[in-house]
């Protein structure tokens, strides 16, 4: 049953609190059935959008781990068109493309727990390099990964050599595809190029906003550094504290949008069978929402069958058909 009826009267609230229309953006950590931020929000967003128009500012409270750097840059250039002032509101994470969005932001509102994470984007294709052991497989590039390992060779380790370096970029190559390193470069000069434009809406001088640019792209050392409102206030982005009063207003939601998604419990099927041969599944995995125009998900349906796989010797395998019937948005309230 959705909880949405209930985040509508913490939207109220909390438009109330700021003098703002509210708009939510979950994509789903649920172990399992995790999802990431996607061209095909825009047009949901545009449909919210239309209904809180006209508003001088939007609050919006994002919850994600991140996903595609320009659906991120469109979905900011969109809220942007709808108002004069916006503001993100991070209960938890808003992490990668979810740090993107919130650059682009006049100000982050941030809890105590919320963390923000670097940008340096990973790429995925059909000519990615092959995980070894899994053919059906295909490892994802780290960007900055790939740079770093030109500059450990070229400043690290001083090798000016020509003829070297050579063999270091054909030995490189070799892993990764040439199409693929090509991307590479050009996708590493774009997200800073997007992350300096967005600086702009938080008034940042360019000496500042180099530094931040930097940190998120190449100096926080990894992907998965958590960055709190300390460290990222320390940057100098523009950060703001809720209060007391404010803070249960976030705390509110993010437990109620949990809740929703089972974002703290793995989507395990031998669970959800529960020694069952079969079993139908409807699970809820991320969220679009405004009191004005209702709750967007994303819900993966299906069933979860236990068939016998036959074993070249001994006794036959046990194993677990999953048939999806239906994965996509769907408008529930």
Same mark, same amino acid.
């Given at each position: 049953m959705s909880n949405y009826a209930a985040r509508k009267k913490l939207f109220k609230k909390i438009e109330a609190a700021r003098g703002s229309r509210v708009l939510l953006y979950v994509t789903g950590n649920r172990p399992g059935m995790e999802t990431q931020v996607s061209p095909e929000v825009v047009d949901l967003f545009v449909g919210h959008l239309d209904a809180l128009w006209p508003t001088k500012k939007i609050s919006l409270v994002l919850h994600t781990n991140g996903g595609n750097t320009a659906a991120a840059w469109q979905l900011i250039n969109l809220l942007h068109t709808f108002c004069d002032e916006l503001e993100v509101l991070v209960p938890a994470r808003a992490l990668s493309a979810g740090t993107l969005i919130s650059l682009g932001a006049d100000r982050i509102m941030m809890t105590k727990q919320a963390i923000l994470g670097p940008i340096d984007p990973s790429l995925d294709g059909?000519?990615?390099?092959? &995980?070894? %052991?899994?053919?059906?497989?295909?490892? +994802?590039? +780290?960007?900055?990964?790939? /740079? #770093?390992? *030109?500059?450990? @060779? /070229?400043?690290? *380790? +001083? &090798? =000016?050599?020509? @003829? @070297?370096?050579?063999?270091?970029?054909? $030995?490189? $190559?070799?892993? &990764?595809?040439?199409?693929?390193? %090509?991307?590479?470069?050009?996708?590493?000069?774009?997200?800073?190029?997007? @992350?300096?434009?967005? *600086? !702009?809406?938080?008034?940042? !001088?360019?000496?500042?906003?180099? #530094?931040? &640019? =930097?940190?998120?792209? $190449?100096? +926080? #050392? $990894?992907?998965?550094h958590s960055i709190n409102r300390r460290e990222a206030r320390e940057l100098g982005l523009n950060i703001e504290n809720p209060t007391a009063d404010f803070y249960k207003l976030l705390r509110a939601v993010q437990v109620s949008y949990s809740d929703e998604l089972k974002i703290g419990e793995p989507f395990n099927p031998d669970t959800v069978l529960a020694g069952s041969p079969t079993v139908n599944y409807r699970v809820p995995r991320a969220l679009i929402e405004s009191d004005v125009h209702g709750s967007h998900q994303f819900i993966s349906e299906g069933t979860l069958t236990a068939i016998s796989i036959a074993a070249p010797a001994g006794p036959p395998q046990i194993g677990i058909q999953d048939k999806r019937t239906f994965e996509a948005w769907r408008k529930e309230a």
């Open positions: 059909p000519m990615n390099p092959i &995980i070894p %052991g899994t053919p059906n497989q295909r490892a +994802s590039v +780290s960007v900055e990964a790939v /740079q #770093g390992y *030109l500059d450990v @060779a /070229q400043n690290a *380790l +001083s &090798i =000016k050599d020509p @003829a @070297a370096l050579t063999l270091i970029w054909n $030995s490189l $190559s070799e892993k &990764i595809h040439p199409l693929v390193l %090509g991307q590479i470069f050009r996708t590493r000069e774009q997200i800073r190029n997007l @992350a300096q434009r967005l *600086l !702009d809406h938080q008034k940042v !001088d360019d000496e500042k906003a180099e #530094g931040i &640019i =930097k940190f998120l792209c $190449s100096d +926080s #050392g $990894s992907h998965d």
